[in-house]
């Protein structure tokens, strides 16, 4: 069964902008505490994008400051990542991650997207 399905990725030019969609199922969304996006290039190793918890704080990674910006929709379901003045560096297969609690036992769960690649021409 798929859990989340992340959509939006591409081949952008430099300078142009891309929007990242990750849906998940009503009952997991309701849950959720944490909710993020990250990145990893070829050679590299998987790195935070940026994170909005369930009261909407949320957090940079410092090369994408002012460039990206994580929201979610309650009534989709799903959480964006709208990619403006994109660089060549943003180069890399973006993942969707969601940290829940688990609804009628406790502790927490991580469920992570397929991911969508995200490539960015000079």
């Known amino acids: 069964q798929v859990q989340l399905v992340e959509s939006g990725g591409g081949l952008v030019q430099a300078g142009e902008f891309l929007r990242l969609s990750c849906t998940t199922s009503?009952?997991?969304?309701?849950?959720?505490?944490?909710m993020g996006w990250y990145r990893q290039a070829p050679g590299k190793q998987r790195e935070l994008v940026a994170t909005?918890?369930?009261?909407?704080?949320?957090v940079y990674a410092d090369p994408v400051k002012g460039r990206f910006t994580i929201s979610s929709d309650n009534a989709k379901n799903t959480v964006y990542l709208q990619m403006n003045s994109l660089k060549p560096e943003d180069t890399a297969v973006y993942y969707c991650?969601?940290?829940?609690?688990?609804?009628?036992?406790?502790?927490?769960?991580?469920?992570w997207g397929q991911g969508t690649l995200v490539t960015v021409s000079s």
């Open positions: 909005i918890t369930s009261d909407g704080s949320t």
């Open positions: 009503g009952t997991i969304f309701r849950r959720i505490n944490t």
């Open positions: 991650k969601v940290n829940y609690k688990r609804p009628l036992l406790s502790g927490n769960l991580e469920v």
